[in-house]
């Protein structure tokens, strides 16, 4: 009976071990992260005195932004070859979990951290929410982690990226030299039209258009997994329109239309073509079809040019061409504003960079191919990919050349008689 007691009393006390333990994992996904050392017999961190530091690698002097979705180097490095580090962890968070012991990481973007497979010298944190730590107990003198930055979205993102690294049990550091704040970039891409969509157009005239596209693919500009047989490469016949505002051609974050998949995919502009012309409207939808000549290999840096009108209804434009071989990419324009506070914009180019369709799986140009189930919405060709047989394996968008320059040019401008207009504005000429 006493015996009995005793193992009911031991098995009680594993149970609570064990519950506790499954709280504090819990916990550790909530509120800010603990990176005191497992090992750590001291709870307060040495003053670091510049010995061990982290950077991040940023193009330019942009030191203290980052760009949405892109691929960055971490490094955490020791400035003396005699003082190695044996643990460190590595943190990236939103600065407001300061506040609140509670704080859900999983309600905020703050992109992800991924481990180099090459060095084996990290793993995926079970402590705390996007964090990485030490395989081993080895001597370290660099360890280098990729972070990939938050998805583009609406909200001013802070973010903060926070290191600790150890000796030993008795000596680890955290703090200055150890954490980097960033805050978002919120210029536009490289690729955005000058001005943003109005649903308003109040330009008492109309105007006509060339837009020319220039392709620049390349064994030379994107050498990386170049098509091995590049007589099969080639551009679509550039297709798209004028329209209104509340028309939409294609645009990130939407389910591709049958006629942007079948371009995409094949090259095709048939149905995106057929798309268009049903859309036409004196008071909404489309006005002008755009198609500009198609070119393969060896001519696909010869231009593609075409003219459109735009009006007070129809007063933006978008493209389509489709780039072969891909799994389901295509270069374009979306939602591209004509009409200013100043008159018809005189000229513009803007560079072009792949778009996945979101229909087709395939990381590289010629890579096999299966439907993606489900279908996702337009996205940016995975820039930055961490997949090794990726043409944009660990690239930024601000270090990829452009696959095409698009260039747009007014040519005329027509006053409208007996036009009621709440301004004349559409009399000025840039």
């Known amino acids: 009976m006493h015996n009995n007691t005793r193992y009911k009393s031991f098995v009680v006390l594993n149970t609570l071990i064990i519950l506790v333990s499954v709280i504090n994992t819990a916990t550790g996904q909530l509120g800010r992260c603990d990176q005191t050392p497992t090992q750590a017999d001291v709870t307060t961190p040495s003053e670091n005195n510049g010995i061990y530091r982290m950077s991040i690698s940023t193009k330019g002097n942009d030191t203290n932004i980052y760009r949405p979705d892109q691929t960055y180097v971490l490094k955490l490095t020791s400035n003396n070859p005699t003082r190695p580090f044996r643990w460190f962890m590595i943190t990236v968070e ?15 973007d703050v992109g992800s951290l991924k481990t180099i497979d090459t060095n084996r010298q990290a793993r995926y944190s079970e402590r705390c929410y996007n964090s990485v730590e030490n395989t081993d107990n080895s001597d370290k003198y660099k360890v280098e982690i990729h972070w990939v930055s938050p998805k583009q979205n609406d909200r001013k993102q802070t973010v903060r990226l926070r290191a600790m690294v150890a000796e030993n049990s008795e000596v680890w550091y955290t703090g200055e030299n150890l954490t980097i704040i960033l805050e978002k970039d919120n210029r536009k891409p490289l690729d955005s039209p000058p001005y943003s969509p109005t649903d308003t157009c109040n330009l008492c005239s109309e105007a006509r258009y060339e837009v020319i596209f220039n392709g620049r693919w390349s064994r030379m500009t994107h050498p990386r997994y ?23 051609l294609w645009q990130p974050g939407d389910k591709a239309s049958p006629g942007l998949q079948k371009l995409a995919e094949e090259a095709d502009i048939s149905v995106v073509e057929r798309e268009i012309i049903n859309a036409m409207s004196l008071h909404n939808g489309t006005r002008t079809l755009i198609r500009g000549k198609r070119h393969y290999h060896p001519d696909m840096h010869a231009p593609s040019h075409a003219v459109f009108r735009v009006d007070r209804i129809h007063h933006l434009f978008s493209v389509l061409v489709g780039m072969k071989p891909s799994p389901d990419w295509f270069l374009g324009a979306s939602r591209f504003e004509l009409c200013t506070d100043i008159g018809w914009l005189e000229y513009s180019e803007i560079p072009l960079y792949p778009w996945d369709a979101g229909t087709m799986d395939g990381v590289s140009y010629e890579s096999p191919t299966s439907m993606t189930q489900p279908v996702d919405t337009v996205d940016r060709v995975a820039v930055g990919s961490f997949n ?43």
């Open 94 to 108: 939103d600065p407001d979990v300061d506040n609140s012991p509670q704080f859900d990481h999983k309600s905020v």
């Open 226 to 248: 170049y098509p091995s047989r590049p007589d099969d490469n080639g551009y679509s016949y550039m297709v798209g329109a004028s329209h209104s505002y509340d028309y939409i």
């Open 388 to 430: 090794q047989e990726s043409p944009f394996y660990q690239m930024n968008l601000n270090e990829l050349k452009p696959f095409a320059i698009l260039q747009v040019r007014r040519l005329d401008v027509y006053p409208l008689n007996g036009v009621e207009c709440s301004n004349d504005k559409g009399w000025n000429v840039i």
